[in-house]
C-alpha cells in the first residue's frame, strides 16, 4: 500500500467521520425541533378546541355542542401539525382535518422519518353528542426537515468528492520527488555512488535530498578509502612476500656459501698454522671476515623477515626483538608488556604488528632522545563473542616530544606508515605528544580470531 494511496485513505476516513458527526448532530437537533413544533402545535390547537367547547356550553342558543364543533372545524380547516377527528354519538365521523399539502412532493425515507419522529400525543374530550380526539401529526414537519437535510447531504456528499479529488492530486503532485527518491536509494543500493538528487520545491524533501547527496558522497569517499586500504594491504603483503623470500635466499644461499668459505678457510688454517705462517694469518682474516659477513647477514635477514615470527608466534618474536634492540643500546630501558591470547591473530595480522612495533621503537631511538620506551600490547576477548577481540597496542617513550599541531605528520613516513598498517584493519590510530614530555602512541584494532594462527 503506497504512502500517497494511505494518505488519501486517511483524509477520505477522516472526512467521512466528519459528514457522520455533523449529519448526527442536525438529525438530533431536527428531532428535538420538531418534537417542541409539534408538541406546541398541539397545545395550542387543543386550547382554541377547548374555547370553542366551553362557549358553545355557556350559549346553549348556539345549538348543540358538536354541531358547533362540526360547523368551526369546517371554517378552521387544516390545522399544522394537529390530525382532528369529531365523532357523534354512535361514533359516526361527523369531520376529519385534511391532510397537510406543505411540500407533498417531498416524500422522506423511512429511515429518516424513524429517526426524527416524535411520539404521537393523543387528546381526547367528551362532549355533549359527541367525542372530540386531537392527535399530533408531524408529517408535514418532518417533509421540510427532509428538504433541508437531503439538500445539505447533496452539499456534502459534494464537498466530499471535491475534496479528495484535490487532496489525491495535491498528494500526487506533492509526493512526486518520492518516486525520485526510492529510485536514488535504490540506485546507491546497487552500488552506484554517483546518485544525486536534485533540489526539490518542498523544504522537507529537500533536506532529504541533501542528506542522501552528502550520504553518497561520504560513500563514494569511504569505497575510495576502503579500496585505497585494500590496495595499501595488498602492497604490504607483497612487500612481506618478497621480504620473506629475499631473507630466504640470503639465509639459505648466501649463508651456505659463507659457511663453506669459513669451513676452506678454517682447513687453510688448520694445515697452514706451521709451514706457512703467513697463509695461515691471511686464512685467519678470510675466516673473520666470513664471520663478520654472517653476522651482518643474519642483521640483515632479522630486519627482513624475524625467523621467529613463523615458527614461535607473536610473543615470541617481539620478546627477541626488544632483547636484541635492548643489547644494541644497553643506555636505554625498554618494558615490554603482553596481556591475553597472541596466538591466534594470524600472520597478517601479526606481521603487521611486529611492523607497527618495530618503526614505533626506531622512531622513538632515532628522534625522541628517549632513556625509557614502553610497549603494551593487550588481546581482550569480547565477552558478547567468543571469536572477536580487541588489539590495544600503546608504544610510549619520555623524549623530548614535539607539538602535534605543528607537525605535518604526512610528512612522517615513520608515522604515515603505521597509520596506514591500522587503518587497513579498520583499526584506529592516534598520537599524543608535548614538548619535553614524550611521545604516546595508541593503536586500537577490531579482530576476530583465528584458528589458524
Request: charged fraction near 20%; aromatic fraction near 6%.
Amino acid at each position: 500500500m503506497s504512502l500517497k494511496f494511505r494518505l488519501n485513505l486517511l483524509i477520505t476516513l477522516l472526512s467521512l467521520a466528519f459528514i457522520l458527526v455533523v449529519g448526527t448532530i442536525l438529525v438530533n437537533d431536527t428531532r428535538i425541533s420538531i418534537r417542541e413544533r409539534v408538541e406546541a402545535a398541539s397545545r395550542v390547537t387543543v386550547q382554541l378546541l377547548d374555547t370553542v367547547i366551553i362557549s358553545s356550553a355557556l350559549n346553549p342558543e348556539y345549538g348543540p355542542t358538536h354541531k358547533v364543533l362540526q360547523s368551526f372545524l369546517q371554517s378552521l380547516g387544516y390545522v399544522r401539525s394537529s390530525h382532528i377527528m369529531l365523532y357523534d354519538i354512535r361514533g359516526n365521523v361527523l369531520y376529519e382535518s385534511p391532510e397537510s399539502t406543505f411540500k407533498s412532493h417531498v416524500h422522506p425515507p423511512e429511515w429518516f422519518v424513524k429517526l426524527v419522529a416524535p411520539k404521537t400525543e393523543t387528546v381526547e374530550r367528551k362532549i355533549r353528542y359527541g367525542t372530540l380526539v386531537v392527535s399530533s401529526s408531524a408529517a408535514g414537519s418532518i417533509r421540510e426537515a427532509w428538504a433541508g437535510f437531503s439538500q445539505l447531504m447533496w452539499v456534502g456528499l459534494i464537498f466530499f468528492v471535491l475534496l479528495n479529488v484535490l487532496v489525491y492530486a495535491l498528494l500526487s503532485h506533492s509526493l512526486r520527488p518520492v518516486n525520485r527518491i526510492l529510485a536514488s536509494i535504490n540506485r546507491m543500493e546497487k552500488g552506484d555512488l554517483t546518485t544525486r538528487l536534485p533540489t526539490f520545491t518542498l523544504p522537507e524533501f529537500d533536506r532529504i535530498g541533501h542528506s542522501l547527496n552528502r550520504m553518497a558522497e561520504s560513500l563514494a569517499a569511504e569505497r575510495q578509502l576502503e579500496e585505497n586500504r585494500q590496495l595499501t594491504q595488498l602492497i604490504q603483503s607483497h612487500i612481506e612476500d618478497e621480504r620473506r623470500s629475499l631473507a630466504r635466499e640470503l639465509h639459505d644461499e648466501l649463508g651456505q656459501y659463507v659457511t663453506a668459505i669459513k669451513t676452506f678457510a678454517v682447513a687453510i688454517v688448520n694445515k697452514t698454522k706451521e709451514k706457512s705462517p703467513d697463509i695461515s694469518s691471511n686464512a685467519q682474516v678470510i675466516v673473520s671476515a666470513a664471520n663478520q659477513i654472517y653476522d651482518g647477514m643474519h642483521n640483515i635477514v632479522r630486519k627482513l623477515r624475524p625467523g621467529a615470527l613463523d615458527n614461535l608466534g607473536l610473543s615470541e618474536t617481539l620478546k627477541d626483538a626488544v632483547q636484541y634492540w635492548q643489547n644494541l643500546h644497553p643506555e636505554m630501558k625498554i618494558n615490554l608488556s603482553l596481556e591475553g591470547n597472541l596466538d591466534k591473530l594470524g600472520e597478517t595480522l601479526n606481521i603487521n604488528i611486529y611492523r607497527i612495533v618495530q618503526e614505533g621503537i626506531n622512531n622513538a631511538l632515532k628522534h625522541a632522545q628517549a632513556s625509557i620506551i614502553d610497549i603494551k600490547l593487550a588481546v581482550l576477548a569480547d565477552v558478547s563473542n567468543t571469536e572477536a577481540a580487541n588489539i590495544a597496542l600503546t608504544i610510549k617513550d619520555n623524549g623530548v616530544g614535539m607539538n602535534i599541531e605543528m607537525v605535518d605528520q604526512t610528512q612522517h613516513f615513520g608515522l604515515l606508515g603505521m597509520r596506514e598498517r591500522v587503518q587497513g584493519f579498520h583499526g584506529r590510530f592516534s598520537i599524543t605528544s608535548e614538548p619535553n614530555q614524550g611521545t604516546t602512541l595508541y593503536i586500537n584494532i577490531p579482530q576476530v580470531l583465528s584458528e589458524q594462527a
